[in-house]
């Protein structure tokens, strides 16, 4: 059965510093892998999707990386900023029955303080 | 905003009401899904529609029933819960090709307390 762990559980930062988060599955037969982000009172916003092929993927000051066989993921955040604040939550995706089943971690909860 | 829209967006409710919550898709996508969302646990994924067939039922209590009328709503009916039900209710859909770039969107949720 496919487990997701994600550390830290909660993160506190002073703006300006890199950052990273971890993500862990135990299965590593993937499809493909991604990290969302989730403001309070609000749904999920997909930040990033790396295919099960890929080693990683940027978007901005976000970079992803992805090694599938030792089941670890990583979300780099450069120059974090207040309005990064949030919750990060990864997910891996298993192809099942026809659809792109995800199965998240329990997240990481950033607060960047100015 | 997702194109992916749910009411109400708060509601409790007593153990012994049914209600119903609602989701919309204005994305002209073929699969939704039902996800929970527990305090300091992960997403659960519950039901899935594709092409307005369920697909998938990850277990979940009959109290919880869902509905799929068309491709562009999704509704979920509640009936004597309990207080551990209280969580937030998220919708989301797809395409529904399973491809490997296919993504899901969410809604805002909705925050159910059964009192």
């Known amino acids: 059965k496919q487990e997701v762990t994600q550390i830290p559980a909660a993160l506190s930062v002073p703006e300006g510093e890199n950052l990273v988060l971890n993500c862990s599955f135990t299965d590593s037969a993937i499809y493909n892998l991604q990290w969302f982000r989730q403001d309070p009172g609000k749904g999920l916003t997909s930040l990033l999707l790396?295919?099960?092929?890929?080693r990683e993927q940027t978007s901005g000051r976000l970079n992803a990386s992805l090694d599938k066989s030792s089941g670890r993921s990583t979300l780099y955040i450069a120059a974090s900023q207040p309005g990064d604040s949030a919750t990060y939550l990864c997910a891996v995706v298993m192809f099942s029955g026809g659809y792109n089943k995800l199965i998240f971690g329990a997240g990481t909860r950033l607060a960047v303080h100015p | 905003e997702t194109g992916v829209t749910q009411t109400p967006r708060h509601l409790v409710m007593g153990m012994t009401n049914k209600k119903s919550l609602k989701c919309e898709q204005h994305l002209g996508h073929n699969a939704m899904y039902w996800y929970k969302q527990s305090a300091k646990k992960p997403l659960e994924l519950m039901f899935v529609y594709n092409f307005k067939e369920q697909t998938e039922n990850n277990s979940v209590p009959s109290r919880f029933s869902p509905e799929c009328p068309n491709s562009s709503h999704l509704f979920l009916h509640l009936h004597t819960l309990q207080p551990e039900d209280s969580a937030l209710y998220l919708c989301?859909?797809?395409?529904?090709?399973?491809?490997?770039?296919?993504?899901?969107?969410f809604g805002p949720g909705t925050r159910l307390l059964v009192l």
């Open positions: 790396i295919q099960s092929s890929q």
């Open positions: 989301a859909s797809s395409q529904g090709a399973a491809g490997p770039q296919e993504t899901q969107y």
